[in-house]
């Protein structure tokens, strides 16, 4: 099996997992492909015992890779999503963060994971993204984001107003610090810290999610994922930010955003253990009631 491995500089105490890991399908006789980056920060401290290819972006993974290893945290994982884009090729989360929402391995079983994975014992789960259609400048061909577009202000001296058409019906100009976008992957992300709803992944919606709104009647909506959203932003400074996760661009009130579902889905890696009702009941702590 081919495999494709994608990280991060993590600190010395991590070494030992993604020792665990190498050996793990070393010995399984996978060839592997590595990030260049992350290889050039593993050279000095960790030494392959086979010969291994490397890459630099996504034109070198596509029909190169049946599985990629994310190694690290959610964000290591949003950002293999970038490389791995429309390729179809699966990513498996190693977790080595805290959270682990997207990076569903826990580090103490990497093992068992690998075998699993490598036995053909998972299921792959799609997930759709967000696009950001227009202006196409912002952010060139890395217009997509698995959990949200965020729209920011700029200054931190006033609100802006972030005026929102779905399907050139207006929906509302929300007087607030900023408004995010998310898919349901993103659901449990930025938008719940906002107080947005919790959507399964396999919802085919979209939530909006006001930041600390002025109004305090204006709350999230979902919406079909088939809808085409246009955004305009009026602020102080005439300024600005638009997020795709962990991308970022000033935008000005004569420009208008266009938004919408991504022609391609990612597809992940779960274990036969795992589903999403038990990832949010261990990750949110529902199971911390003394009563369960």
Not at 78 to 87: F, K, N, Q, T
Not at 94 to 114: D, H, K, Y
Not at 265 to 289: A, H, M, Y
Request: hydrophobic share 40%; with cysteine.
């Amino acid at each position: 099996m081919k495999i494709a491995l994608f990280g991060k500089a993590f600190s010395d105490d991590f070494l030992g997992y993604f020792r665990i890991l190498a050996e793990a399908l070393e010995n399984n006789g996978c060839k592997l492909m590595v990030w260049e980056p992350f290889y050039a920060f593993l050279k000095d401290k960790f030494v392959f015992r086979q010969e291994v290819s490397l890459f630099t972006d996504h034109t070198h993974l596509k029909g190169q890779a049946d599985i990629l290893f994310s190694v690290g945290g959610d964000g290591t994982m949003l950002h293999s999503v970038r490389l791995v884009r429309d390729s179809g090729i699966p990513i498996a989360g190693i977790n080595l963060g805290r959270m682990g929402f997207l990076s569903s391995i826990p580090r103490g079983e990497i093992i068992t994971a690998v075998d699993e994975i490598l036995g053909n014992r998972y299921r792959i789960v799609k997930r759709t993204l967000i696009s950001l259609n227009s202006p196409e400048m912002l952010f060139g061909d890395v217009n997509f984001a698995f959990n949200e577009l965020s729209i920011n202000k700029k200054e931190n001296s006033s609100m802006v107003v972030v005026h929102v058409w779905v399907n050139d019906q207006l929906l509302h100009s929300y007087w607030t610090d900023g408004l995010i976008i998310a898919t349901p992957t993103g659901s449990t992300a930025y938008s719940l810290s906002c107080g947005g709803p919790i959507i399964t992944p396999d919802s085919s919606n979209f939530v909006i999610t006001p930041i600390a709104p002025h109004n305090l009647s204006v709350r999230p909506v979902v919406i079909p994922d088939s809808s085409l959203i246009r955004i305009r932003v009026d602020s102080r400074d005439h300024q600005a930010l638009v997020g795709l996760d962990s991308q970022s661009a000033v935008i000005t009130p004569e420009m208008e955003l266009v938004v919408g579902k991504a022609g391609f889905e990612i597809s992940l890696v779960q274990r036969l253990n795992e589903n999403f009702f038990s990832t949010i009941r261990t990750k949110l702590n529902w199971g911390s009631d003394i009563r369960n």
